[in-house]
């Protein structure tokens, strides 16, 4: 049986599309998305159903030993969970200059003003 969200229920996966493209681009008719739409996207998009971001700082050693410790709790806590990271990193003995990083990996995530979730307020909107 499969559920499809209400106006209030949007899954996590939606949430992430709000950045790509406006609502009208996925579904356009009034009604939710449907579980079916989203899960045609979600290859597309490369997400699963509960999608998270997060940023791992400090010495390559430390961040790297925190990234094994989340893939060891993932992978024995969940059936289809996966970890999937990329190692962005200065050269030795220098620090990273967050400009340098591709604004979709960094951006506001590495303390730069950025209107990259600016989009999410028109993803609800039909097209004009």
Avoid: C
Avoid at 29 to 54: C, M, V
């Amino acid at each position: 049986m499969t559920s499809t969200p209400s106006w209030n229920q949007a899954s996590p996966s939606q949430a992430y599309m709000t950045t790509v493209s406006p609502r009208e681009d996925f579904w356009s008719h009034t009604s939710p998305i449907p579980d079916w739409r989203n899960a045609e996207l979600q290859p597309k998009f490369d997400l699963g159903y509960w999608n998270a971001k997060f940023g791992l700082y400090g010495a390559q050693n430390v961040t790297q030993a925190q990234f094994d410790e989340l893939k060891r709790i993932i992978e024995a806590k969940t059936s289809k969970g996966r970890l999937a990271g990329k190692k962005i990193a200065a050269p030795e003995g220098e620090m990273l200059d967050p400009l340098s990083i591709p604004e979709k990996d960094g951006g506001f995530f590495v303390g730069i003003p950025s209107l990259w979730s600016l989009p999410m307020v028109k993803f609800r909107l039909p097209k004009i």
